[in-house]
């Protein structure tokens, strides 16, 4: 139901940008967001987007990542920017209804290395 892509490997400084598409039998979003997952670490938040438009970011990423997305199209993007070797995790993909559904997607890999 939700299908993410746009991860890799990046040199640090690099750039990538992370999509993620909600399929039509999820509706109603109230927020989508990307969380990651370090080896040996808790999933965390790195950026929300509102269905009215706002946004949040965990501190380590302000400046650096932006998420941006299309309401029409239940996509939502992660651009990403000045990334560092603390950066490398997997990204998930995460949607929150109005009615209290949570859905996450596979989880993608980013690698920040040189």
């Known amino acids: 139901q939700l299908q993410a892509c746009g991860g890799g490997l990046v040199q640090p400084g690099g750039s990538l940008r992370l999509s993620c598409a909600a399929s039509g039998s999820i509706f109603s979003i109230s927020v989508m967001g990307w969380y990651r997952q370090a080896p040996g670490k808790q999933r965390e938040m790195v950026a929300i987007l509102t269905s009215g438009a706002g946004t949040n970011y965990v501190d380590s990423v302000k400046g650096r990542f932006t998420i941006s997305g299309t309401n029409a199209k239940n996509t939502v993007y992660l651009q990403m920017n000045s990334l560092a070797p603390e950066d490398t995790a997997v990204y998930y993909c995460?949607?929150?209804?109005?009615?209290?559904?949570?859905?996450w997607g596979p989880g993608t890999q980013v690698t920040v290395s040189s």
């Open positions: 995460n949607v929150v209804t109005y009615n209290g559904y949570v859905y």
